[in-house]
């Protein structure tokens, strides 16, 4: 009778054992699936990524010469083709490129392997070019710290959006001002980073289509005529996800 009341002590133990184990596991998984699902979904005003209070430098004004700074560094590094500054963020940065899109990847300017690599341009993009139908395309690590693309995702804050609309960019030959007119999370199964249009109705649709994309209203308008720039990262909310931030050529 003892021998039969000790098992069935262990066989209680055993099943409350896999009960415990079973409800860590599930809360666990629970617990990792909504971290990632909020993670990044709205941005707060005390979330806000980099100094917000910093403001787009006129490179033809008063203080930092963005132009001067790609020319300096291009006699060193001659894939360096344009320098990047987006208002109230600490994205302001050398942009590089070269014959395909795996150089920069993971590997910094001195070629020595990096996680977060440097930022650059979609190999495609001809820096040259500001005709129409020239779409411009950066790529940048989102490290989940305030550097290299990550303060991108400041624009899932609608009022930081709308404060700071205006991206600057200066390469070699001149120097641009963009304004936003999207802003979305989305994957790699939406190619937003087509470079290659028919005509100019083509170009037009697939303007239209990112146009469309925008969680919120940017009231900039965006046509045929327009040449755009996409600034793209990872965005941890979704698999392969991406955010996206595009503007247009101020003319």
């Known amino acids: 009778m003892l021998d039969e009341r000790n098992e069935r002590n262990k066989k209680i133990v055993k099943i409350v054992v896999i009960l415990i184990i079973i409800a860590l596991i599930t809360g666990g998984a629970y617990y990792l699936k909504e971290k990632i699902s909020n993670k990044n979904v709205d941005i707060t005003e005390e979330q806000l990524i980099g100094d917000i209070n910093k403001e787009v430098i006129d490179s033809e004004g008063q203080g930092i010469n963005l132009q001067e700074e790609i020319l300096a560094l291009n006699l060193q590094y001659p894939d360096a083709i344009a320098w990047l500054m987006v208002p109230g963020t600490s994205i302001d940065m050398p942009i590089f490129k070269s014959t395909d899109n795996n150089r920069y990847l993971r590997n910094d300017r001195d070629n020595a392997t990096t996680k977060w690599g440097e930022t650059f341009l979609d190999y495609r993009s001809d820096i040259n070019n500001m005709d129409k139908m020239s779409h411009f395309i950066i790529y940048g690590h989102n490290t989940e710290v305030d550097s290299h693309f990550t303060p991108l995702l400041n624009f899932k804050n609608e009022k930081f959006l709308n404060e700071h609309k205006i991206i600057e960019m200066s390469t070699i030959k001149g120097n641009y001002k963009w304004e936003i007119f999207s ?38 308008s965006v046509s045929s005529s327009d040449t755009i720039l996409t600034l793209s990262t990872c965005d941890y909310v979704k698999t392969n996800g991406r955010y996206v931030v595009q503007a247009k050529l101020v003319k």
Do not use: H, M
Request: hydrophobic residues 35%.
């Open 183 to 220: 802003a979305y999370t989305t994957d790699t199964d939406f190619f937003y980073i087509d470079t290659v249009f028919a005509d100019l109705n083509d170009y037009g649709d697939f303007l239209n289509t990112l146009k469309s994309k925008s969680v919120f209203d940017t009231k900039v």
